[in-house]
């Protein structure tokens, strides 16, 4: 179960200059909360927001991505997964979540399921050292784009399909392969069909960083044996929450609004710190989301606005040593989220070890409890030094409460979007990066995009 602890971010507890009154401040707002509530509502399953139907697929269709993800899990020694952005850090901050800590390096007998690797850079070393370490001739390759037309995740497909066509021929490589992406358009998709490859359809209205629940993160979640039912059920349940309008019962409609509030004060900066390494890759899926749909230059009605928040991603109690000073001692240009991990079902223990005085303030307690302590410990010193600072608990890690964690922060991007009058769906910049990419490459009919990238490159002077 998902609960948000908000109390840090009241004038009642760090006072009135950072924090809210949230009971009058709310009255106040009552008509750009509700607009907001209702211009979210109204389109719950709807164009961008496909997304939201989700959590409610038919059983049928995730029987059949259950029974595929089984033939891959029970036949094959490495998942290898190719994708960027939204097409990758669903499927990593959800495995990672919900897998044994150090998975690749467990014996299959243990795991029972091949190893995992979610590769989303293109840096040579990396696809080299892929190669060095899975089996490729046993390997399963899932090519998810939405657009097909990704440059990165193409140069990966290419690179490895040629290598396995060479190894095993063409009829046993095309079983290697899955590919997930929009049917009818984009370069992988012609290549795909003609070649034979299984393939899956990523919905027209989920975008890449709101997929994970689609077929971009269920197909590899079945391959590593994941109960992809649990985690669409939590994520369900919640969404069912955040469809309440009242902020006091609706965990992501008040969030976004208390931080949506204190954007308009400028804290333009949100960190997002779980006390968990299973859940260290949720502070990079938060960026993605709370980055990539928020950054915006225009709202929805033209007018310039330049708004967002930029994601910082820190994890307890690792940070605590490095950037926890600036937290508490600097700027007050910050919120602070926290992830809380009630019970890891972990009892490990500090021991008492004879003959040896040291620690004994930290003999006898368990590891859980030692972070516990440090999340306490850092969420009462920056609370003390006034920074608005809320905290996410969830009971276990486990696929319900990891739906619900996924639905809390779509639904929360989803809200804060809605308040701060943004397209929250669409990318002008990354899909600039993307065209960028292409007139670097001198691809057919980006020749003029070059042309102005070369202009500004040859201005470079102040290189010593
Ligand atoms: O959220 C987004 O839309 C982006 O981050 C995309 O996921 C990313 O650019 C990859 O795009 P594609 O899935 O089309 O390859």
Redesign the pocket.
């Known amino acids: 179960m998902l609960k948000v602890d908000f109390n840090n971010m009241t004038s009642d507890i760090i006072g009135d200059e950072h924090g809210i009154n949230i009971a009058i401040q709310s009255v106040k707002d009552k008509d750009w909360i509700n607009s907001a509530f209702n211009f979210v509502k109204s389109k719950e399953g709807k164009d961008w927001q496909e997304w939201m139907s989700m959590p409610h697929m038919d059983t049928k269709y995730i029987d059949e991505i259950v029974e595929y993800g089984k033939t891959i899990k029970d036949t094959c020694t490495d998942l290898v997964v190719f994708?960027?952005?939204?097409?990758a850090l669903g499927v990593q901050s959800v495995a990672t979540a919900l897998t044994h800590l150090r998975y690749n390096s467990i014996s299959h007998a243990t795991r029972k399921a091949p190893r995992l690797y979610v590769e989303d850079n293109v840096d040579p070393n990396r696809m080299s050292s892929l190669l060095d370490v899975i089996d490729i001739e046993n390997a399963h390759f899932i090519v998810?784009?939405?657009?097909?037309?990704?440059s990165e995740?193409l140069a990966q497909f290419l690179y490895v399909y040629d290598l396995l066509v060479k190894k095993l021929g063409k009829d046993k490589a095309k079983k290697s392969i899955t590919v997930i992406t929009s049917f009818g358009k984009g370069d992988i998709f012609g290549v795909a069909k003609a070649q034979g490859f299984k393939m899956y359809e990523v919905p027209k209205g989920a975008?890449?960083?709101f997929s994970v629940l689609s077929v971009v993160g269920l197909v590899a979640f079945a391959c590593i044996g994941l109960d992809i039912k649990q985690l669409l059920k939590g994520a369900g349940d919640f969404q069912n929450k955040c469809f309440v309008n009242d902020i006091y019962k609706n965990p992501a409609l008040m969030t976004a609004y208390l931080q949506v509030l204190n954007m308009q004060r400028g804290k333009n900066i949100g960190v997002m710190m779980p006390y968990a390494d299973g859940l260290k890759y949720f502070a990079d899926f938060y960026a993605?989301l709370w980055a990539?749909s928020l950054g915006k230059a225009v709202d929805l009605d033209g007018n310039t606005v330049h708004v967002g928040q930029t994601p910082v991603k820190s994890l307890g109690a690792t940070d605590q040593h490095s950037m926890v000073q600036l937290f508490n001692e600097g700027p007050f240009d910050k919120v602070i989220t926290f992830i809380t991990v009630q019970d890891f079902c972990n009892k490990i223990k500090i021991p008492k070890v004879d003959g040896i005085d040291i620690g004994d303030f930290l003999s006898g307690h368990t590891f859980a409890e030692l972070l516990s302590a440090e999340r306490v410990a850092t969420e009462y010193a920056v609370t003390k030094t006034q920074k608005p600072n809320y905290n996410i608990i969830l009971d276990k890690l486990n696929p319900y409460t990891i739906g619900e964690l996924l639905a809390y922060l779509m639904m929360q991007t989803a809200f804060a979007g809605a308040l701060l009058n943004i397209d929250t769906y669409n990318?002008p910049g990354?899909e600039q990066g993307?065209v960028s990419t292409f007139a670097m490459l001198d691809r057919n009919g980006y020749e003029a995009d070059k042309q102005e990238i070369l202009s500004i490159s040859k201005k470079k002077e102040l290189i010593i």
């Open positions: 994708g960027i952005g939204g097409s998810t784009t939405k657009s097909g037309n990704t995740t975008g890449g960083r993605q990539e990318q990354v993307k």
